[in-house]
């Protein structure tokens, strides 16, 4: 079901700096923005990046985007505890007129 | 205060409809340029997004979906609505309403306000 591609798990030790890729097509990603997503455990999903590399009010730079052509990442630098969830990127899709999710990433810290 | 409140029955008996309010505090849902939307999570998997609407436009539907859902909005009562068709297992989710930002005005933004999500179970 899942459009955009993402490693199902990544993980490092605590201050440490992490990516999690996230692969598309020329219908998102390639022609749209990309957004990425932090699921806490338990808890609603969160917006973490908007517009490729933008952060809403609240969240940390230690988190940034960036996207090249059909491909994007999420970079957490200074690893932390509390960063332990799940992240989701999404674009919108013109051929299917409709938002399409990433497979989504676990980040464990070690 | 600005919050989403999702409501409906837990489990759901399959081949029945599904339906599901989210009720809007703290903003109203004939602003805009909210669009609001329906996405689910089932379990192990990852978010599927269902649908998006503004109260005076045609809604998106994901065209996995279209033949089964439909989202309506009740603008005297601040709410929306998500109803799933001859649901079956797969249905089975934890259901988010949400928000766009409105940072472009258009059905494309990111969700910036969520719910706390519903579980729903289908059972035969």
């Known amino acids: 079901q899942s459009v955009l591609t993402q490693p199902p798990s990544v993980s490092g030790t605590p201050g440490q700096r992490v990516t999690i890729s996230c692969s598309g097509s020329r219908s998102n990603l390639g022609i749209k923005y990309i957004d990425w997503y932090q699921r806490l455990p338990g808890t609603a999903p969160k917006l973490l990046i908007y517009?490729?590399?933008q952060r809403p009010s609240g969240v940390p730079d230690r988190f940034s985007g960036s996207k090249s052509g059909t491909s994007a990442s999420l970079a957490i630098s200074g690893l932390r505890s509390d960063d332990e969830a799940e992240y989701f990127c999404?674009?919108?899709?013109?051929?299917?007129?409709?938002?399409?999710f990433g497979t989504g990433t676990k980040v464990t810290v070690l | 205060q600005l919050q989403l409140q999702e409501s409906g029955p837990g489990l759901v008996w399959a081949s029945e409809t599904l339906s599901l309010t989210c009720t809007v505090s703290?903003?109203?849902?004939?602003?805009?340029?909210?669009?609001w939307a329906w996405i689910r999570q089932p379990p192990g998997k990852g978010l599927e997004w269902i649908g998006n609407m503004f109260y005076s436009e045609s809604p998106y539907y994901n065209p996995s979906l279209i033949s089964r859902v439909a989202i309506s909005a009740d603008t005297s009562r601040n709410q929306f609505s998500l109803s799933l068709s001859s649901v079956t297992a797969a249905d089975t989710a934890v259901y988010y309403c949400a928000r766009t930002s409105g940072e472009m005005g258009t059905v494309r933004d990111a969700f910036d306000l969520w719910g706390h999500g519903t579980s729903v179970t289908v059972s035969s």
């Open positions: 703290g903003v109203s849902l004939t602003d805009r340029p909210y669009y």
């Open positions: 517009k490729n590399n």
């Open positions: 999404a674009a919108w899709d013109d051929s299917l007129s409709g938002q399409v």
